[in-house]
């Protein structure tokens, strides 16, 4: 089992940059692939980027590509999502999930076991 705590969130206005982070408990942190999803009011829960459980060629989806940045350091027990140039359609609740047994970074919310609590984004214009 491993337990999931965002944090980072907040306001901001658009064009300025967040970082969130997220603390795993436990000792096997490395041995999950991670991913960072948001949702919006009224949309699904979508994968906004991945890395794999060494790091490597991280996934992005297209909306942020060139914007954010997923990092992960295996020795904090932590993943980190840099996000520059926020737009407000980039306003959502972020989450971040664990994946304990996928081979490739997964993009459905179905191949995450563990999930944190969800940290608020807000971009204003």
């Known amino acids: 089992q491993v337990q999931l705590v965002e944090s980072g969130g907040g306001l901001v206005q658009a064009g300025g940059s967040l970082r969130l982070s997220c603390a795993a408990s436990?000792?096997?942190?490395?041995?999950?692939?991670m991913g960072w999803f948001r949702q919006a009011p009224g949309k699904e829960r979508e994968l906004v980027a991945g890395?794999?459980?060494?790091?490597?060629?991280?996934y992005y989806a297209d909306s942020v590509k060139g914007r954010f940045t997923i990092s992960r350091d295996n020795a904090k027990n932590t993943v980190y999502l840099q996000m520059n140039s926020l737009k407000p359609e980039d306003t959502a609740v972020y989450y971040c999930?664990?994946?304990?047994?996928?081979?490739?970074?997964?993009?459905?919310?179905?191949?995450?076991?563990?999930w944190g609590q969800g940290t608020q984004v807000t971009v204003s214009s």
């Open positions: 999930a664990a994946d304990k047994w996928g081979g490739v970074i997964g993009r459905r919310v179905s191949e995450y076991e563990h």
């Open positions: 890395i794999r459980r060494s790091g490597g060629t991280p």
């Open positions: 436990g000792r096997t942190f490395s041995t999950y692939i």
